[in-house]
């Protein structure tokens, strides 16, 4: 069985925040959790990686029962996250089914010294921290964990597999709950992803009457007539000719399932067309389309003679070619961040809206609040700034900020029209001009636009309808934000950069396909770094800061590959993450910096 953390047992800090979700009003300490094992989640609703490990922890859930409790620490990144009625709607869009804690000053984040969304915490029936995870692919280490925990303290007497502190919030009413992404379907109805109510809904013109429910609305997969889906998100129709080659109308994002999936709109059948149902971890060398394993597709377009997919989940653009039946990277590397240039080199951070118009694919990058476009092989920013910088000004395109923009389309002008989903705000881009306004505001959580005879229609997901706001251009000089956490101070020069992981029990690193050991370092800005940046098979790095900037940010990646040990036919796993750590070079700062991978 697994055990705990090599370290000295320390007790756990307190839970301190603003609130508490999903405990029917009842402020939950760490005295309350006492008897059960609990798992501490710190996450943020906008991160596609903190998305991921709620899907992960859900067996865990079901499979401990209430020996288990696991604590959604919300810890916010981008100004919309602070505010709690967002936290709530997020926590219900998503289908957390545990308390949250609402930390929007990072007081318990800072308590735990988490350095990066998401990061997981386990305490034992005692109240004391026994193992701390960063990133995602950790459940059999936790199942491990938690299995030790619970035969142990049952042994003991100190645990109570009875109670919990968990309280559902009621159902809400509504003909559609947390739209994603709308289409106009032949004749005028309108198709809208009801994400979370795990179905289809094919709208007529006036886009309230219902026509018909595509999928039964649970939460699964499921082929054929009485279809499931999992949180489903974009939807693209084929071209006439592909369709009627292939035997689907359109395709669907399939965005918790991992996979696109086909839809007949005669009956509505619906088909899985792309992917394994896993979520990928690293590179299996198919270009079979139903054999590549895929993670978070959330919308897609129809570009260059294929479908191009916004693979939010590992920061890239995949194409998807229904008639060959082959699916693989179109751009993107996999490291989060903002950089353009050729396509197989370009940098991501969770793309979430596409829209083609002529020679160009133009896309949303939610996580550096950026709009960019695809053209000749190459990518090019529009507006953003970064990962970390983000805000609602207008003006030219250079100094405009939006937040957190999950959706658009071309206007029939030529303008890109973006839903800017965190500041409640419809945008638009002009090409000629490199400037931006905001055509509409006050909206809630726009994640789609689409043009229907003309008119500018807007998903407005938290306000779960379409809507057709009042358009008029205006200049809006809004703040700009950029995330600050807690520096590391550093001293200059020569930094030791030490990532720590150990393989779970049962598992050893997998050698298969060269070093199971992947670590990308760079820096914003770049010329932080002197020595030290780009990709290495090593946990640990020498690196040396630039002289003559006193602070900035550090941004790793880190992957390893592990297999089952001792099965005869050994499962892979890849645990990943990234970091940007904000640093301060000081006198009295530390020379080295130690990341937890796994511990």
């Not at 999903?22 to 760490?30: A, F, Q, V």
């Not at 988490?114 to 026994?130: F, H, K, M, Q, S």
């Not at 968990?166 to 198709?191: N, Q, S």
């Not at 900020?401 to 030529?414: I, R």
Request: charged letters at 20%.
């Amino acid at each position: 069985m697994a055990q705990p953390s090599k370290q000295s047992r320390v007790r756990g800090a307190e839970l301190v925040g603003r609130g508490w979700l999903n405990t029917g009003g009842r402020r939950l300490d760490l005295e309350s959790l006492r008897g059960k094992v609990a798992i501490l989640d710190f996450w943020t609703f906008c991160c596609i990686n903190c998305l991921h490990v709620l899907d992960e922890l859900r067996p865990l859930e079901e499979k401990y029962g209430d020996a288990l409790v696991i604590i959604g620490v919300h810890s916010p990144k981008f100004e919309h996250e602070r505010d709690p009625q967002a936290l709530a709607a997020a926590v219900e869009r998503y289908g957390v089914e545990h308390p949250v804690l609402d930390d929007p000053d990072l007081k318990t984040w800072d308590a735990y010294a988490a350095r990066a969304w998401p990061t997981l915490v386990v305490l034992d029936p005692e109240g004391y921290a026994v193992s701390t995870m960063a990133g995602e692919g950790h459940v059999e280490a936790l199942d491990a964990i938690i299995g030790d925990l619970v035969a142990t303290h049952t042994a003991r007497g100190t645990l109570d597999p009875e109670g919990s502190p968990y309280v559902a919030a009621p159902p809400a009413e509504t003909a559609l709950r947390f739209p994603g992404k709308a289409i106009e379907l032949p004749g005028g109805d309108v198709l809208v992803s009801d994400s979370a109510r795990h179905r289809l809904v094919r709208l007529a013109p006036d886009l309230e009457t219902v026509v018909s429910v595509i999928g039964t609305g649970e939460r699964g997969r499921a082929d054929g007539a009485e279809a499931r889906f999992n949180e489903p998100q974009g939807l693209a129709l084929l071209p006439a000719e592909v369709a009627a080659e292939v035997g689907y109308d359109l395709v669907v994002a399939d965005t918790v399932n991992h996979l696109l999936r086909g839809v007949r709109l005669a009956d509505g059948a619906v088909t899985t067309v792309a992917g394994t149902g896993k979520q990928w971890r690293m590179d299996n060398g198919t270009s079979a389309a139903l054999e590549a394993d895929l993670s978070s597709p959330w919308d897609l377009a129809w570009f260059e003679g294929k479908l191009v997919v916004a693979m939010a989940g590992i920061h890239q653009l995949w194409y998807f070619d229904p008639l060959a039946g082959t699916a693989g990277v179109y751009a993107g590397t996999t490291v989060e961040s903002l950089k353009d240039g050729p396509l197989d080199q370009v940098w991501m951070a969770q793309p979430s809206g596409l829209a083609a118009a002529g020679d160009r694919l133009w896309l949303v990058d939610s996580e550096t609040s950026a709009l960019r476009y695809v053209e000749d092989g190459a990518m090019h920013t529009a507006v953003g700034q970064g990962l970390f910088d983000f805000g609602h000004v207008d003006g030219p395109a250079a100094d405009a900020l939006m937040q957190h923009p999950l959706g658009l389309a071309v206007l029939p002008d030529g303008r890109i029209a973006v839903a800017d989903t965190y500041n409640g705000a419809l945008r638009a881009y002009d090409p000629e001009t490199a400037t931006v306004a905001t055509l509409a505001a006050g909206l809630a959580e726009p994640s789609d636009v689409i043009v229907l005879g003309g008119k500018v229609f807007v998903v407005e997901s938290a306000a779960h309808r379409l809507t057709a706001p009042d358009l008029g251009a205006a200049a809006v000089s809004g703040q700009h934000h950029r995330v600050t956490r807690k520096r590391t101070k550093v001293a200059p020069g020569a930094l030791r950069l030490e990532v720590l992981f150990e393989p779970a029990a049962g598992q050893k690193l997998d050698y298969t396909f060269g070093s199971p050991i992947q670590v990308s370092v760079s820096a914003d800005p770049p010329q932080l770094l002197a020595e030290g940046a780009g990709k290495g098979e090593e946990l640990g790095r020498d690196l040396v800061l630039a002289a003559g900037l006193g602070q900035g940010v550090l941004q790793v990646v880190a992957q390893a590959a592990t297999c089952d040990a001792e099965a005869a036919h050994p499962a892979c796993h890849l645990t990943r993450q990234d970091w940007g750590i904000p640093i301060e070079i000081a006198e009295d700062g530390v020379s080295t910096l130690r990341l937890v991978l796994r511990d």
